[in-house]
Structure formats: structure tokens, C-alpha cells
């Protein structure tokens, strides 16, 4: 039963240190868009999505000039 309960929690470890596959995905469209996974955009990047949904990192992008 101990065995059992070891195993489990160390599932439930696992699936929480790697990321999720959708973060994955958010991260090849972030360069796909020329942008780069940042904690905070600079003052001169936009904020076009987020990299991961466990950590707060957005896909921050270059402004354009008009």
C-alpha cells in the first residue's frame, strides 16, 4: 500500500515539473511570430499571447512603426 501511494505521488510530481504540450505549441508560434518568451515585455514589444500556461512568460513582439 505504501508502494502504491509512493508510486502516485511521484506521478503526480512528474506531471507537474513538465510542461504542458500546448506550451510547447505556444512557444514554436511565438518564434513563428518573430517574437521571444519574456517574463515582462519591453516598453517597445507588444504582448501577442503567453509561452506557457504554467508560468507567467508572454510571447513579447517587436512594435511596428506606422
Do not use: H, W
Not at 6 to 12: H, Q, S
Not at 28 to 34: H, I, L, S
Not at 35 to 54: F, H, T
Amino acid at each position: 500500500m505504501r508502494l502504491l501511494s509512493f508510486i502516485f505521488a511521484i506521478l503526480i510530481i512528474l506531471t507537474q515539473i513538465s510542461p504542458a504540450r500546448s506550451g510547447i505549441f505556444r512557444q514554436m508560434y511565438c518564434q513563428r511570430q518573430t517574437g521571444r518568451c519574456l517574463v515582462e515585455c519591453l516598453l517597445d514589444e507588444e504582448n501577442i499571447g503567453s509561452c506557457r500556461s504554467g508560468l507567467v512568460l508572454f510571447c513579447c513582439q517587436k512594435k511596428r512603426l506606422n
